[in-house]
């Protein structure tokens, strides 16, 4: 160790006559680690709550989506076999979406109908997981029949439907639900619509008010036959191995179809969503760094204290040749920040010991997802702060002339 920063540690530690300088060295070192300590966690659950919200959005949203120009794809078989062949997709899956009023004897709503194809995983394995009551092995048969002892008329097929809206329309699983859509028909090409009447066969809750207040699925056979789109879809989704090759993809993919077909991904859909978190965790993190700088500009009033007070101390160790070092109690209290920010990150992702209510944010513990960028950044940044700070005491006993000092 170098004998100045040595010399500088046992001045920390004050006589009992300079205890103040010491105690207050003490409470600036404390008001830095906790500053460090709120940021980090502060960054971890803020990732936690956007990787929650971005993976239960995509695993019932399209992660790349293929559309064609012209209108409806009718050789969606061979495209599905061309993007499937490609690097770093998981799957494919066609679909049909139309939008309809679903009423019940208790209710009506408008919704969003997503024909999808049961038996492909891609989609419903990832549906699966958030089914609350049902099954969603019915979506694949072409008529589902009720539970209940009422009659119907012929079943269309069955649904899967948000919770919200199962509520909303006040039905459970086997009761029959209306659904009208506008259909295009004739030569004319004239509006009208269809009325068909489906068996709720599955309810799930994804935490997702949008999904869970609006979205129907159907299966893709039955949903061709009920929007008259038999042999053609919509567009197909195409599912990711890795969510970080999402620009790859979608560039293979437009240099594969070509012009005719308009491909896009989940950073267009969710541009909102992710500039919203976005801005959180910016106005968040410079909340949270102006603690510290507020923490570390207490350092300025401490090592003006110490420089006032140790003068002739200064001046002798300026004549044996020392420098001046202001970063030692910004240091320490950045490290305790780090080990108490990582600490508090653990705790919180293995005892859950902070809930929040699930109806609104779609989980009931806080998520926590730390990354050592974050602690790197956060840690830089605490001792920016704290150099700052520090750079005016040091440079006033810098420039202080030993000879000067020793004659006053």
Known sequence: MRYELRIALRYLRARRRDAFISITTIFTAVGVMLGVAALVIVLAVMGGFEASLRQRILSLTPQVEIQSYNGAISDYPAIEARADSLPGVAGSDPFIIGQGMASSAHGISGVIV???????????????????????????????????????????????????????????????????????????????????????TAVFESGIAFVDRNLVF????????????????????VRLTNL?????????LHTMLGKSYRVANWKEFDQAAAA??????RVYALVLV??????????????????????????????????????????????????VGALGCWLLAHYHFIHIEKKIYGISTLPVEAHPLSFAIVALASMMLCWIAALYPARQAARQMPVEVFRS
């Open 276 to 281: 919203g978190f976005e801005m959180l965790k």
């Open 290 to 339: 102006m603690l510290i700088g507020v923490a570390a500009f207490n350092l300025i009033a401490t090592l003006i204290m110490v420089v006032m007070e140790k003068r002739k101390d200064i001046a002798v160790l300026r004549a044996m040749g020392a420098t001046v070092n202001g970063l030692i109690v910004g240091g320490a209290g950045t490290a305790a920040g780090l080990v």
């Open 244 to 252: 970080d090759q999402t620009d790859a993809v979608t560039a293979r």
């Open 218 to 237: 159907v299966g893709l056979a039955n949903a061709q036959r009920f929007f008259g789109r038999e042999g053609r879809v919509d567009g197909i989704e």
């Open 114 to 200: 997503r024909g999808v194809e049961p038996s492909n995983a891609s989609v419903i394995a990832k549906l699966r997981g958030y089914v609350q009551q049902g099954s969603l092995d019915a979506l694949g048969k072409d008529q589902a029949t009720p539970a209940s002892a009422v009659r119907v008329q012929p079943s269309n097929g069955a649904v899967a439907l948000g919770s919200t809206l199962a509520e909303k329309l006040k039905i459970k699983t086997g009761d029959v639900i209306s659904l009208v859509v506008p259909i295009i028909a004739g030569k004319a090409a004239q509006l009208t619509t269809k009325t068909g009447h489906f068996i709720v």
